[in-house]
């Protein structure tokens, strides 16, 4: 591994989320307290997040991270997964870097644990995959600010099969110490209307524990399977906490929509 400092610095602040540090925290802080549940449950293991601009997705986004309140101070490391958008890949893809920058400051990654997956053959180390991705990028202020300390292992996922990315999730599940995120926005550039019917059958799929069957469903549809099928192993319980689409932002119209949901993975509560 190589073992030089290097921070891969914020591609997206200033398009998909303010760069101004204090905007930014401004920001992420009204979406957190407005997304805040009206009861406390059990921290989750697991989530789905969407990764569009803050303008359309972020408070669906929210909705996943203020579900973390309870866990604030036990999360310490995050795995997030999110689907390349630029480079083609075939498997999964740590990047060489050392940190990950955003506005709000430096998260670490976990170069330990990834060492641990260099020797899974669907695991490759590159920069190149993580340079210019916003589906990894526009979770960590989210984190940053719901969580209090943690470091960061990221992984792009290109071409892999749902057993790949399951393998990989099973080698750095952890503890209550570990939070599994995966990012993923739904159904893309479909009437508001049909979005809705989509993406209410897709969600509908992910509360069942059943796989995507295509990126028509989900951009993230393969990290998504793989956290099903760990989701089984592990009886986790899914939980869907908001489902919109683009069209229900100020900024979007609905001729043509990208669909959002986010979903927690925990232990079944008393009411569930």
Known sequence: MNTTLKIRPAAVAGMFYSDSP????????ALLKAAAPARARPAPKALIVPHAGYV???????SAYAALAAARQTIR????LGPTHRVALRGLA????????TPLGTVALDTALAQALLDLPQVTQSDAPHALEHSLEVQLPFLQTALEDFTLLPL???????????EVLDRVWGGPETLIVVSSDLSHYHAY????????ATAGQIMALSPLSDFDQACGAIPVNGLISCARKHGLVPRLLALRN?????AGDRARVVGYGAFAFGEASDDE
């Open 94 to 101: 740590l990047p060489l870097a050392t940190g990950f920058a």
């Open 56 to 62: 359309y997705s972020g408070l669906i986004a929210a």
């Open 246 to 250: 683009s069209g229900d932002s100020d």
């Open 77 to 80: 490391r995050v795995v997030l």
């Open 193 to 200: 209307a049909e979005a809705q019917r989509l993406d209410r």
């Open 156 to 166: 792009a996922v290109g071409d892999a099969t749902m057993q790949e990315v399951a």
């Open 22 to 29: 204090t905007e930014l925290a401004h920001d992420v802080d």
